[in-house]
């Protein structure tokens, strides 16, 4: 069965710092990695996704994760931290194994907050 | 880029009475969409997947004589909420991929803003 763990509630990182939210998933298949991002009372936003390919994965505002197959980790990334970054970032997985289409599973999500 | 858009945002209604939300979208054919519920500070629970022409498929617990989905065409999906009571208060948020061609497990969900739903 597939699943995500996101293992913060929250992170707070100061304005200008560099921020990391972790990522650990589990698939049977190849993981076909994703993050949303979600502002309050709002849709999900995507932000980047791993399919195949370099480990090191660019996206929107600046964000960029790293896949490790060896951890099985997929954790997001920023080298400098807005203020304009806090908010609500889900990961999620689907099993990659061909033969149809596989829902997608949320982490439980993990909310930043970054301080001016 | 594709656009989903989801209506009302916000409702309000009495227990008993039905509540319908929609999720369109814009700028391409939707070949499936996903109904998703949000608990106050939870994640995401799938509900269902529904097809353009067919029966959705509900996930497990989800009763299905409660929230009718249908997806009558390629651009819209309607969710509603039968006999709405206090514990359906929730957000709820559709998402939409196109599908054709074959499986596409590497598709981006384009989700809508959300509908919050509160049954007094």
């Known amino acids: 069965a597939q699943s995500v763990a996101q293992p913060e509630d929250q992170v707070n990182v100061a304005e200008g710092n560099p921020l990391t939210v972790k990522c650990t998933y589990s698939?049977?298949?190849?993981?076909?990695l994703f993050w949303y991002v979600q502002y309050p009372n709002r849709g999900l936003q995507f932000l980047l996704k791993?399919?195949?390919?370099?480990?090191l994965v660019k996206g929107s505002y600046g964000f960029e994760a790293e896949f490790n197959k060896s951890q099985t980790s997929f954790h997001l990334k920023k080298p400098s931290a807005l203020v304009s970054d806090s908010a609500l970032y889900f990961c999620?997985?689907?099993?990659?194994?061909?033969?149809?289409?596989?829902?997608?599973?949320f982490g439980a999500g993990t909310r930043l907050a970054v301080h001016p | 880029g594709a656009v989903v858009s989801q209506h009302p945002s916000r409702v309000i209604c009495k227990s008993g009475t039905s509540v319908k939300i929609e999720c369109r979208s814009l700028?391409?054919?939707?070949?499936?969409m996903f109904w998703y519920r949000q608990f106050p500070k939870q994640s995401l629970m799938l509900m269902a997947t529904?097809?353009?022409?067919?029966?959705?498929?509900?996930e497990q617990g989800v009763e299905k004589d409660k929230f009718l989905i249908n997806h009558a065409s390629l651009t819209l999906s309607t969710l509603t909420v039968t006999s709405a009571h206090p514990e359906d208060s929730s957000f709820y948020i559709c998402?939409?991929?196109?599908?054709?061609?074959?499986?596409?497990?590497?598709?981006?969900?384009?989700f809508g803003a959300g509908s919050r739903l509160t049954v007094l």
């Open positions: 998402s939409a991929t196109n599908l054709a061609g074959g499986s596409s497990g590497a598709n981006v969900l384009t």
């Open positions: 698939v049977s298949g190849n993981p076909y």
């Open positions: 791993y399919i195949t390919g370099d480990n």
């Open positions: 999620a997985v689907r099993d990659g194994r061909t033969g149809g289409y596989n829902k997608l599973i």
């Open positions: 700028d391409f054919q939707a070949t499936t």
């Open positions: 529904s097809n353009e022409g067919s029966k959705a498929t509900y």
